[in-house]
């Protein structure tokens, strides 16, 4: 490998993150500069509908095009909980959503090099472009968003191209962006190749009332355990897993913990004479 091998990575002496690869609305360069390089805009595509594989295999984009409805939600307090008298500060936060743009060519370092050669393997193996739904590079990390009923391609592309070679699964972990987001639920799949020393991220995109995905084990055993936790903490259903259990709640538990909608409870507690209600039940201290 090249010193370019490693940029577009925090690694010493690399692209620093949120440097000029990133197409991030906050950091990297912007929309001026990277058009200036020679990028173009991304070809608007249709909102993401992973249900139908055949409509989306006929969407005429790029993958960086951007074929998905990105999550947008301002956060708004820390427990939820209005008109409660809460005097922690925290209910009090207003905060913007952010959702990082879709990326736009050239993406620097190299993320041109394995977005073309995952295009390239995804082809010959008759996986339809429309199976990458979009590709986002946020400070200086890519992720692509990827069709659910297309992961175990993905995933199995990823790690038998000889030019791509991501043979491990560090990670797959959940998301609720709440209640009022479309498709709240998403899961990540964080990937490292060991041959290449790089890392990537792929993402899927969820209905709340059919939260079902193809379990990856069969291409990463690694990623067992880390789809029982998933599924015990927001209800992904991960079809086709050797055992799809709690591995956290106990087996009888009621509900995902980890879902903006469950109940945040907790219990009182007796602090020098005094009881403080739990967090979705606080008021005033007076």
């Known amino acids: 490998m090249t010193s370019d091998d490693t940029k577009g990575t925090s690694k010493d002496g690399a692209e620093p993150t949120g ?26 595509g249709q909102p993401e509908d992973a249900g139908q594989p055949e409509q989306a295999a006929e969407v005429d984009t790029a993958p960086e095009g951007g074929t998905r409805l990105a999550p947008t939600r301002a956060r708004r307090g820390m427990f ?3 008109g409660s008298g809460d005097t922690s500060g925290f209910g009090g936060l207003r905060l913007p959503g952010y959702v990082p743009a879709p990326a736009e060519r050239p993406f620097g370092g190299w993320f041109d090099e394995i977005a073309d050669e995952l295009a390239d393997a995804l082809a010959e193996r008759g996986v339809p472009r429309g199976a990458v739904q979009q590709i986002t590079i946020d400070r200086g990390e890519i992720t692509f968003y990827v069709q659910r009923d297309r ?22 972990s959940g998301v609720d962006y709440g209640t009022e987001v479309e498709q709240r639920l998403h899961v990540v799949y964080h990937l490292l190749s060991m041959t ?9 995109a969820l209905d709340v009332d059919d939260p079902h995905l193809p379990s990856v084990v069969e291409v990463y055993p690694t990623a067992d355990w880390h789809e029982r936790e998933t599924w015990d903490m927001f209800g992904v259903i991960f079809d086709g897993h050797p055992a799809l259990t709690r591995i956290l709640m106990p087996d009888d538990w009621d509900g995902h913990p980890q879902r903006k ?6 219990i009182p507690v007796e602090y020098k004479g005094a009881e403080i209600p739990p967090p979705d039940q606080r008021r005033s201290y007076t």
């Open 261 to 266: 909608d469950y109940p945040l409870g907790g």
């Open 196 to 204: 290449y020393r790089r890392r990537i991220r792929l993402e899927v």
């Open 19 to 44: 440097g000029p690869q990133s197409s991030a609305e906050s950091s990297g360069a912007d929309a001026a500069a990277q058009r200036a390089a020679g990028g173009t805009p991304p070809t608007a």
């Open 151 to 172: 992961v175990l391609d993905l995933c199995r592309t990823l790690r038998d191209d000889p030019g791509l070679r991501f043979e491990l699964c560090s990670a797959v």
């Open 80 to 82: 939820g909980v209005s």
